[in-house]
């Protein structure tokens, strides 16, 4: 197991976990030809593909705050590819569109978020503003 998990780091940047690619064969409706792309599209360093072979769900891992401005969760989400609808930008719309072999602009990378793309919501600020968080 140790093995298999360094060498896929050393082919993809990232450990991939085999229940959620079945989970997203099964439940996503992608095909096994999809996910081999994603993971070609990986090998070249495509960050978003290495996002969706990570698994994009994150676990509420408790409470708190890193100061004043986000929540640890907030934080975590973050760190696996997840952001509210208006940090979702060029790059990313870049991204999308080498996954996919085909132009996207942002406008089309925020009405896909907006639709398909919620994955919950963190909260922010010492005010606990509530922003929900989105990926491909």
Not at 8 to 21: A, H, M, N, P
Not at 72 to 83: P, Q, R, S, V, W
Request: proline share 1%.
């Amino acid at each position: 197991l140790r093995k298999k998990r360094e060498q896929e780091l050393k082919e993809y940047g990232v450990e991939i976990d085999e229940d959620y690619v079945e989970d997203l064969i099964t439940n996503g409706g992608y095909t096994h030809q999809d996910i081999q792309h994603i993971k070609n599209k990986a090998k070249e360093g495509n960050t978003l593909a290495r996002q969706i072979l990570e698994n994009f769900d994150t676990t509420h891992s408790g409470s708190g705050y890193n100061g004043y401005s986000m929540s640890n969760n907030a934080i975590e989400a973050y760190n696996n590819g997840l952001m509210p609808l208006n940090k979702w930008g060029k790059q990313e719309a870049d991204e999308l569109s080498d996954l996919l072999g085909v132009k996207v602009g942002i406008a089309q990378l925020k009405r896909f978020l907006k639709e398909y793309g919620e994955r919950g919501y963190h909260h922010t600020s010492r005010f606990y503003n509530k922003y929900h968080y989105r990926a491909c």
